[in-house]
Structures are given as structure tokens and as C-alpha cells.
């Protein structure tokens, strides 16, 4: 799957053609969902900005030009409803722990002592990056666990590369810090 393909099924949507609009969502939903797990902690609330993540998409599919990749528009738009989602939770006292997928799981999850030392792993990041601003947790995700090039998520988070390159770096320093205080030093 190149951008080349993705903007192509993007004009084939913007033509009338909704078996192509299907087929982005099909491609992005399970990233997507994934980012929107990682940022705001619950599963139901990930799925339903993912979902109206692709329908803002859709209502605004017209005015989509190929200026930027595809996934930097579409993890632009599921920023911005998931920071608008933790605002609105906090203001209702409703924040909730950050939680990671917990269907990864690496080779050998079958072994005791293996899925033992996983959930330990798990508890550890997930108090780690929770312990991290939204600011910080959004470039760490979108970089680390997404997989986007520092220009995309300067994009995506309308900032500077330089101010992109520097928040990771001091997401990753503090998320160091915070796991070596819960005892990760054998990470």
C-alpha cells in the first residue's frame, strides 16, 4: 500500500465511488482505533472517534488535495477529536488510565512464566505513558507505535520537525525516568 494508492482511492471517492472510501477505512481503522486507544485509554471511546474520525473524512472528502500523506490528514483529524475527547473527560472528572492493545503479544505468549513477564511489561508502560502529558504520549505514539516519519507528525500535530524531534526525545526521557522509578530496570 503506497500514498500513491491511497490518494487514488481518495479521488475514486471524491468521484462517487464509496467501495473505495470502504477500502481506506478498511486499511485505517485498525491503526487508527489503535492511536485513539493509546491516547484516550478506552476501547469503546477509541472506536467512536475512529468512527467519526472517517466520518468527517467522508463530509469533508471534497476538499482533500494530495499535499501531505494520507495517514497525516487522517491521524490529524483523529488528534484533534481524541485531544478534544480528553479535554472534555477532564472537565467531567472522567480521565482514565491509558491502557495499551492488549492483543500484541510477542513469540512464546503461550509459556507462563513468558506471558508473565509480558503483563508485567505491559503494567509498566501503561503507568509509564500515562505519566506523560497528551502533548508528549500523542508524539510518542504517533512516532514509536504508529510508525510516522517526523515530518508527517509535524504535520499532524501542526508544529515545527525541530519542536516534533525534541518533544519525543523528552517523551522518551521522561517515560525512561518514570519506568526505572516503578522498577523497570530490567527492561
Known amino acids: 500500500m503506497s500514498q500513491n494508492d491511497d490518494w ?26 489503535h492511536f485513539c486507544q493509546r491516547m484516550v485509554g478506552s476501547l469503546q471511546d477509541a472506536e467512536d472517534l475512529a468512527q ?22 487522517l491521524f ?19 480521565h482514565q488510565a491509558l491502557p495499551l492493545d492488549e492483543q500484541v503479544r510477542a513469540p512464546g505468549g503461550d509459556n507462563p512464566g513468558h506471558r508473565a513477564r509480558l503483563e508485567e511489561i505491559e503494567t509498566l508502560l501503561k503507568a509509564g505513558l500515562d505519566s506523560l502529558s497528551a502533548e508528549h504520549r500523542e508524539v510518542l505514539v504517533l512516532r514509536e507505535l504508529q510508525g510516522l516519519d517526523y515530518e508527517s507528525i509535524a504535520q499532524v500535530v501542526r508544529c515545527r520537525k525541530g519542536t ?9 526521557e521522561q517515560l525512561r525516568l518514570r519506568l526505572l522509578e516503578l522498577g523497570g530496570q530490567e527492561l
Request: positive net charge; proline residues 3%; without cysteine.
Open 76 to 94: 490529524g483529524i483523529a488528534r484533534n477529536l481524541t485531544l478534544n475527547h480528553l479535554r472534555d473527560s477532564r472537565r467531567r472528572g472522567r
Open 8 to 33: 487514488e482511492l481518495v479521488a475514486r471517492a471524491q468521484a462517487g465511488d464509496t467501495t473505495a472510501f470502504t477500502e481506506l477505512v478498511r486499511r485505517y481503522q485498525v491503526p487508527l482505533v
Open 164 to 172: 516534533v524531534k525534541s518533544r519525543i526525545a523528552r517523551a522518551r
Open 52 to 73: 467519526d474520525a472517517f466520518v468527517r473524512l467522508h463530509r469533508h472528502l471534497n476538499r482533500l488535495r494530495p499535499d501531505a500523506r494520507f495517514s497525516t490528514v
